[in-house]
């Protein structure tokens, strides 16, 4: 677990970067950062490894004052991710990662075994660690810059806008790795980002900040979107914050029906009952896109004003048609839901 | 003008030319002596000078007017004040070689430190690396390539120079110019001087070229 306490910071130009922060970031959870530039979020994020040091207030990580340890064994046992990556440019890929081990005097090749296995958590292919940073994409760059933070399997990863730098499509597969890894290895994350979207995401809770380092609110996502504090955290998350509850839902609990056998519409399948695409009476076809129960309302609430039927087809993890469940449905599931959080108007 | 060409290609290539202490070979040595000499004390000097200026940002002013105060600076004056204070010896020379090169050093290692990408630094120092291990295992190695270039270029103002040796009776290649011209022997003038642009081409394609093969896997 990581405090803050009364944590103030003010840089020697006399700006105030965190004003008065009290704040648990919970062992184990994602705790995402969120406000526009200049809110104190990456200061926040860089005083817990003691890149910036606090001006008054104490941080401690696991119970331990950050400010009476070592500043580098500190380091060492916190992963530290940044945009762009910040890879050394003249080491292979696979001696990058081994940074952290060789620093905490592993022998070379113990530290380049677990370098190796570490490109594989991320997602790399083994050739990848004989390159030179600029021999990757983006995207694979920031993944090496993940397993450089995991090396020494620090209980602690801050992630200061890692994604920031990608396009859209790498963002969201990066976005699902994390996601994927963090149910594997339980870190107690604290992520920074001004992207409000990938704070749902990714958050089990989200602290927003404003301009002049102040904590707004800090809670999980739904109770976010549902009870803003304040018209500022309210504008924050954007006109569209209803149709982002949705997309924390997911479709289990929404009931579903058989598919229609006749009518304008149809659903044609392939031999293994999986779902291909709507046929009308006069031979028009339209595309399905099938949802399983993972999938979000928000996802079939788009998904069923697509289809020409307002239904969405339900698979099961084999791809195979389950049933289909009526936008109106969809939309009585995400009415009781928002009711049961006492969603502000 | 043919004649003068004719005259000095014979000069160039005749054995008798290249052998016995006045030859070109053993002139050609002292010459490399002085220069390799005088670059390896002004390396001595200018590199931690650069590296700490680099590293820490401070003497950052220094760093930058040391380029132009470098190519103000008239080697020969400097030379004869050595000389007049401190006699004859090899000294001034070496005095004045060394203050040529340390310039050229000192601005390209500050300048290839500075050009470290920030990011890098930070990632560096955040995964825990101490003040010097930042410096020798990070800033350093990628700096190096435009330190290669400060002493690079540093060694070709230093061979270009070194004929000043023979200005307070040293040798060198120089001795050619200086003689020569004593005796308004031109071919012989044109041949030292020949000699040293040779010297000097040779070696700067040489160093780039180890260069390029030791960052073959560096971008740009």
Known sequence: ?345 | MYELFKNLGTWLVSSSQWSGPDGIAHRLAEHLQYSLLATLIAAAIGLPLGLLIGHTGKGAFLAINLASFGRALPTVGLVVLVFLAGGLSMLPVYVALVALAVPAIVTNTYAGMTAVDPDVKDAARGQGMRGRQVLLQVELPLALPLILTGLRLALIQVVATATIAAYVSFGGLGRYVFDGLAQRDLVQVLGGAVLVAVVAVVLDLALSGLQRFLFRHRTA
């Open chain 1, 1 to 345: 677990m990581i405090q803050f306490d009364a944590v103030h910071k003010r840089f020697p130009n006399g700006t105030t970067a965190v004003h008065d922060l009290s704040l648990e970031m919970p062992e184990g959870g994602v705790t995402v950062l969120v406000g526009s530039s200049g809110c104190g979020k990456t200061t926040t994020l860089r005083m817990v490894n003691r890149m910036v040091e606090p001006t008054s207030g104490t941080i401690r990580v696991g119970g331990r004052d950050v400010t009476r340890q070592d500043a580098a064994e500190l380091r060492r046992s916190i992963g530290y991710v940044i945009q762009q990556g910040g890879l050394f440019p003249h080491r292979t890929v696979l001696d990058n990662i081994a940074t952290v081990p060789l620093l905490l005097g592993w022998n070379r090749r113990k530290a380049r075994a677990r370098a190796a296995e570490l490109l594989e958590t991320v997602g790399l292919a083994a050739d990848a660690g004989k390159r030179y940073p600029h021999q990757l994409s983006g995207g694979q760059q920031q993944r090496v810059g993940v397993a450089r933070a995991l090396a020494a399997d620090p209980p602690v990863l801050l992630m200061d806008e890692p994604f920031g730098a990608v396009d859209p499509v790498v963002r969201t597969q990066l976005q699902d790795e994390l996601l994927r890894l963090q149910k594997e290895l339980n870190k107690t994350i604290v992520f920074v980002t001004h992207d409000i979207d990938e704070a749902v995401r990714l958050g089990d809770r989200i602290a927003v900040f404003r301009t002049g380092g102040h904590l707004v609110q800090c809670a999980a996502p739904e109770e976010l979107l549902a009870r803003p504090a304040d018209d500022f955290v309210a504008g924050f998350l954007g006109a569209e914050r209803g149709l982002k509850l949705l997309s924390l839902r997911t479709l289990a609990a929404v009931p579903q029906g058989p598919a229609p056998d006749s009518g304008t519409w149809t659903l044609v399948l392939d031999e293994a009952r999986r779902p291909l695409h709507w046929r009308s009476a006069d031979d028009a076809e339209r595309p399905v896109r099938p949802l399983g129960d993972s999938d979000s309302l928000l996802s079939a609430l788009n998904e069923s004003v697509a289809s020409p039927t307002g239904l969405i087809a339900r698979v099961d993890a084999d791809g195979e048609l389950t049933g289909v469940t009526s936008r109106d449905d969809i939309l009585e599931h995400a009415n009781r839901a928002h009711a049961e959080l006492g969603v502000a108007a």
